[in-house]
């Protein structure tokens, strides 16, 4: 019979993996929004005019672009940056009790302290799509959503017990999702 602390690691490294891939996903989508409005809004500049429109289609496309573009290098940066973020909120909602919010401050703080670094040391933030207040504002959320995703995944499994209350699980039902009394 498998350990269960080897369950209890295993649900963490896979919540740990569904946040960082959702942080990554939504970062991208984030971060090509505002690098297209930042075009649009260049492009009817140089005409002299209104911005430009991009097509839903040519906006899809482009994030898709963007995507399999970025995925890599703003994949390992930004889950070595939640990694690290997630070891201090692990420790911090073990004594404070608000699990949820302490694991979305700290992906929100994880993004921005990310960025943060990388502009004084590099000089740029590396990710365009951040370099305004609003698309640093928009990666911070994203950080917060991984953070929440992560937190709730992770979170102690409950099962009710009628009425208004519920028991904690065992370890082979947290691991299976409830299945198991």
């Known amino acids: 019979m498998t350990q269960p602390w080897k369950l209890w690691m295993l649900r963490r490294i896979l919540a740990f993996v569904v946040a960082a891939a959702a942080m990554v996903l939504l970062g991208s989508i984030a971060h090509s929004y505002f690098v297209q409005?930042?075009?649009?809004?260049?492009?009817?500049?140089?005409?002299?005019?209104?911005?430009?429109?991009?097509?839903?289609?040519?906006?899809?496309?482009?994030?898709?672009?963007?995507?399999?573009?970025?995925?890599?290098?703003?994949?390992?940066?930004?889950?070595?940056?939640?990694?690290?973020?997630?070891?201090?909120a692990g420790a911090l909602a073990r004594f404070s009790g608000f699990r949820v919010i302490v694991f979305g401050v700290a992906g929100a703080l994880a993004l921005f302290v990310l960025f943060a670094i990388m502009r004084r040391v590099l000089g740029t933030v590396g990710i365009f799509g951040a370099r305004g207040p609003a698309g640093l504002a928009a990666q911070m959320v994203v950080g917060a959503v991984a953070g929440v995703l992560f937190a709730g995944l992770t979170?102690?499994?409950?099962?009710?017990?009628?009425v208004g209350g519920g028991r904690r699980a065992s370890a082979a039902?947290?691991?299976?999702?409830?299945?198991?009394p």
Do not use: C
Not at 173 to 180: E, F, Q, T
């Open 37 to 88: 409005q930042a075009w649009s809004v260049a492009a009817g500049h140089a005409y002299g005019a209104a911005p430009a429109a991009i097509p839903f289609t040519d906006r899809i496309s482009w994030a898709a672009h963007d995507l399999a573009g970025i995925f890599l290098p703003y994949g390992a940066v930004t889950s070595i940056a939640l990694f690290v973020a997630f070891l201090i």
């Open 155 to 162: 979170g102690p499994r409950r099962l009710s017990s009628g």
């Open 173 to 180: 039902s947290d691991a299976l999702g409830g299945i198991v």
